[in-house]
């Protein structure tokens, strides 16, 4: 892994062993993109790769010269309106009223390791030996506006992560009216856009279609990532599959209003971006001051989508993910909502926390309900006390009880960034909510959202969440965001200011967050908002596992979880066996296949499991014994997607131990059918030398497993238990 600089051609190459990322600077100072993809050899120059043409209805900046012009360049930083005409990476807009920026090449600077941004989420180095990072620093000559991009190439993840910093060196105070984090000009336009897309309770569905001229985005402006759509594309040829073909894909590691986008001209490049979203945003920079954008990932495969999910599942489990829970297996766990609702009282959470701990769970989790006046969800948000009618020993004493009589490590839900008006809370400062001057506030689910670009709310918060974990033994909790933002605007900051609340907000949250996880590191949080409302990268920095969605039904859960491996690895997404008839849409399935699809997430329970029958309690018994046995397996190995349930009948997926030794396959047939084929399920990332045995099927090659298929069912007639949402597991064991 290096960064080379070739002083002539002014060309960096940042590469590892297999991928390559060049720039060059242009003749007129901006920055050129030449190449990112497969590994190249280094050499002094490509600036071959540049066009420099005469073309009709062109703009060209130098008098005389009617052969470079910024619309047909590949850029790395590119600004509208001096000869280029799509969309910008940057946008300035100047007390004078003039966007015109020209941010020309200043300096360099290469260096081991990767920055941190302050108060951002970001992938990180442990030693610095791990990576390599560009660093360099453009400059607007008439404000004196600098950029300082930094491009950093890992040794190990074929990704390369981008940040910006804007400096205002100047006298006068400028407007950011647009800051991408990301811009990758493609030289052409021949592939499938993949965005991954939804709404509550069907979240990160892939949708394809071809790339088209023109403009075509994914963006939030809920002041949350959102259900809607995830901050991640990928970009693949149209003939790469899940195996083979070359991939990118697209992350923004941040959690508010986002975009990403792609430009397609009229000449068939393709402009990739990726940042804040530009609707609703600007940001008032003043002398002396600072802005840093949000980092984003484009990772690059060769091995199709499975390649690609690889790359990112490994980068963020490894190099985003922080703290003991990183590394440390996570508990299987018990969440009271689907159990209980706000129906509860001690007894009644003690009972089924007894019940769990005969079961093997490790984890019980006490959720909404808890605090303030809560009994129904329109009262109590934002009074972080504990109901002494319903706990009389508060959270300090059901933890104990938890712990010592129960033998379970205890977990609570917050919801930090809200309030209800029927609280103490409002009562004290209705004015700390988002709020537009002389305007009422939409409520969402009766609630209202609380002022976090405000450091004194958030401080008031820090301090109510603290004084309940300092007094209980807390090992878990369950962060929950629950409406969507309205009425953005903060009653702290002047006009010129409004445009960066939303930013503010997230920044706010983070802090929140930052404050929280430092000072009480040994508690895992999880991070839930509605269920998959804010399942990003971002959020992923501070806590390891996010609540995949709302939504328990296994089947739908096969697709929720096989849309959301695209980008985020198995041991991020929080997966619970409910009760049946499910919660969500009325839908029974076998108790076998709600735990062969919760496998392969984060797992746990969200039922209550004194109301199930023996043989019921017997099988979850042997469930969580399972579970403890393959989770370092499945949250470490290498994930497969092999049939995708939004294509087929049927789906399966497989995890892979890291030296292949050892593999766990799920098949889920969906609907029964009759008179069905003779079926072989094609698996994947085995050693074909290896001879694994699988339990109940019979020893078999590597390569016989790849190729020619396991046998899953067997010919209708002999198998008399099949009915609708069956599933299987298969483990597959070798002696090397
Ligand atoms: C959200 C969460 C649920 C649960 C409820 C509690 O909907 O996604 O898991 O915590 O809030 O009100």
Redesign the pocket.
Known sequence: MAVYFHGESRNFHLSNDRISYILTVLRNGHLGHLYFGKKLPDRESYNYLLEEALRPMTSNPYEGDRKFSLEHCLQEFPVYGSSDYREPAVEIREGNGSRITDPRFDSYRIYSGKPRLEGLPTTYTECPGEAETLEITLRDSVTNVCFILSFTVFMDYDAVARSCKICNNGTEPVHIERIMSFTLDLDDNYYDWIQFSGAWARERFPEKHRLHTGIQSITSARGHSGHMHNPFLILKRPSADEYQGEVFGFSLIYSGNFIIQAEVDTYGTSRIQMGINPFQFSWFLKPGETFTAPEGIAAYSSKGMNGLSGIFHQLYRERLIRGIWRDKERPVLINN?EATYFDFDEERLIDIAKKAHSAGIELFVL??GWFGCRRD?TQGLGDWTPNKNILPDGIAGLSRRIEEECGMKFGL?FEPEMVNKKSVLYETHPDWILQAPYRKSCHGRHQYVLDFSRKDVVDYIYSSMAAVIKESRISYI?W?M?RSITECYSKVYPPEQQGEIFHRYILGVYDLYDRLTTEFPHILFES?A??GGRFDPGMMFYAPQG?TS?DTDAVERLKIQYGTSYCYPLNSMGAHVSIIPNHQLNRSTPLSTRFNTALFGVFGYEMDLTRLSDREFMEIKSQVEFVKEYRTLIHSGTFYRLLSPFENNEAAWMVVSHDKTEAITGYYKILNDVNAGFKRLKLAGLDESFQYTIEGKGIFSGAELMSAGLVINNPPEQDKTASDFRSEIFLLKSQK
């Open positions: 909502w959720d909404d969800d839900w369950k929950d629950n839930c509605s269920g609540w709302d």
